[in-house]
């Protein structure tokens, strides 16, 4: 009897799953090597399509330089300096370096260009040329970081804390993958900060105090000449930033355009071998991105003119509806197995219902789509088209059950399972007293 009820609830239970609930059938994740976090994310939208440890607390190591990178393009682009500024360093342009830490060799009163200190952080991971940056800027190197960390507050960034630019390693600072994406994305909306990131190589012009500087990128999926080899150079990469110390780990954060696809990438502590020459920052970094490219495109999801809605009308005592159609088209990366006719829209108009005709294009409203699982795909504008299609005269409208005729089958196969279960549980009873009156 126990066994027949159990089997009577699954049916149930499988019939409204089917019935109702939503689903879809993920790609399998990607296999990483030794990340202990790991995300890829759509810059445009700023949706992660993968993570693990997305919020784990980690050490940012010279991926820190990021936000240094960010806050002297924002302040050019704000008229607070210039690139061409010529900037000298300080006496405590070194002040809280490591004699093994990685540097341009910049010394105190050398004299560059912002631009060229610009290059140094981001190219050769030049720590001395991040506190310089912060001192020109914001007068010293505390008031900088105090700058950091509001604008890592500013962006959402509540699992990230500063306590300098350059990103040696000190308990006060840390970060979370999430976050460092969430500051990529920020970062690569700045041409200027495009374009660092982006440089496989640069030469720094000879200074009051030193020869030309040749400098090469560490990031290996932008140069084929980095330090890292030359077997992670990826196709579309346009940066961003290398990070490693020996409580960090290997770290990466890469950005990848190809395809009409914008990812960001985010690796932190990951495994990396000096003598065999492989780094599994850049190797679970290529694993993500060739895993995206396999599962995901960038398309199509909703055409212009798409009819996507009804408006309803009442004029001159006449109830009908007039068709309303998106304004423009959703482009948008998805997965390749997705069905856009199984979007879900979320219709949204601007009156109830209407009582004068609409001018032909009238903006009415808007709708927004989304899939399964709630990921959103855009917001389009309704605007009106056609004619309006009026119904034959007839009373006052029935008011609405709220229900859909999917959930209105479900609940009438339910009721009929739980009819069948009933008759079969009293067949089983009467069977069972016929036998032990026997």
Same mark, same amino acid.
């Given at each position: ?11 149930? !239970? ?40 997305? =919020? ?36 405590? #342009?070194?002040?809280?370096? $490591? ?17 060229? !200190? ?17 001192? %020109? ?19 959402? #960034?509540?699992?990230? %804390? ?27 909306? %700045? ?22 500087? %040749? ?12 330090? =890292? ?58 694993? !993500? ?8 495109? =960038? ?24 068709? !309303? #159609? ?52 855009? $917001? ?59």
């Amino acid at each position: 009897m126990k066994k027949l009820r159990c089997t009577a609830a699954a049916m149930c !239970l499988s019939l409204l799953l089917g019935l109702i609930a939503p689903h879809a059938l993920a790609a399998d994740a990607p296999e990483l090597s030794s990340a202990d976090s790991a995300l890829i994310g759509d810059m445009s939208s700023g949706r992660i399509l993968y993570s693990v440890g997305a =919020y784990t607390r980690s050490e940012p190591a010279s991926i820190t330089k990021m936000m240094t990178l960010l806050l002297a393009a924002e302040a050019i682009e704000a008229g607070e300096v210039s690139l061409d500024d010529r900037v000298t360093a300080s006496k405590n #342009c070194r002040f809280d370096l $490591t004699d093994d830490s990685s540097t341009a060799h910049i010394n105190a009163g050398e004299t560059m260009s912002l631009e060229d !200190l610009m290059y140094c952080a981001a190219l050769v991971s030049a720590n001395e040329a991040c506190n310089i940056i912060a001192e %020109h800027i914001s007068g010293s190197v505390e008031e900088f970081v105090g700058r950091m960390n509001s604008r890592a507050e500013e962006l959402g #960034c509540s699992g990230t %804390h500063f306590a300098n630019t350059h990103g040696l390693p000190d308990k006060e600072q840390y970060t979370t993958a999430r976050d460092l994406f969430v500051i990529a994305c920020e970062a690569m909306r %700045h041409p200027l900060f495009v374009r660092i990131v982006g440089t496989a190589s640069y030469t720094v012009p000879a200074t009051n105090a030193g020869d030309e500087r %040749h400098l090469s990128s560490s990031n290996a999926l932008i140069n084929k000449d980095s330090v =890292y080899t030359d077997k992670y150079l990826y196709e579309g990469a346009v940066g961003i930033k290398t990070g490693r110390t020996d409580s960090a780990g290997y770290c990466l954060v890469g950005a990848v355009q190809r395809d009409g696809m914008n990812l960001i990438t985010v690796v932190l502590g990951a495994d990396g071998d000096t003598e065999r020459k492989s780094f599994d920052s850049f190797g679970d970094t290529v694993k !993500l991105l060739d895993w995206c490219f396999e599962n995901y495109s =960038y398309r199509s999801v909703v055409e212009k003119g798409c009819a996507a809605a009804v408006q309803p009308v009442l004029i001159d005592g006449k109830r009908g509806e007039l068709s !309303l #159609c998106c304004a423009e088209e959703i482009n948008a990366l998805v997965p390749k197995d997705l069905d856009v006719s199984d979007l879900r829209k979320t219709v949204r108009l601007n009156e109830e219902t209407l009582s004068a005709v609409p001018a032909e294009g009238a903006e009415l409203g808007s709708v927004s789509f989304a899939d399964g699982d709630g990921n959103a795909y855009g $917001t389009v504008k309704l605007v009106a088209s056609g004619e309006i299609k009026y119904d034959e005269p007839a009373g006052p409208e029935p008011e609405s059950t709220g229900i859909s005729d999917q959930q209105k089958l479900a609940v009438v196969m339910v009721c009929a399972l739980f009819v069948l279960v009933t008759f079969v549980i009293g067949l089983a009873l009467v069977r069972r007293n016929r036998a032990a009156r026997a």
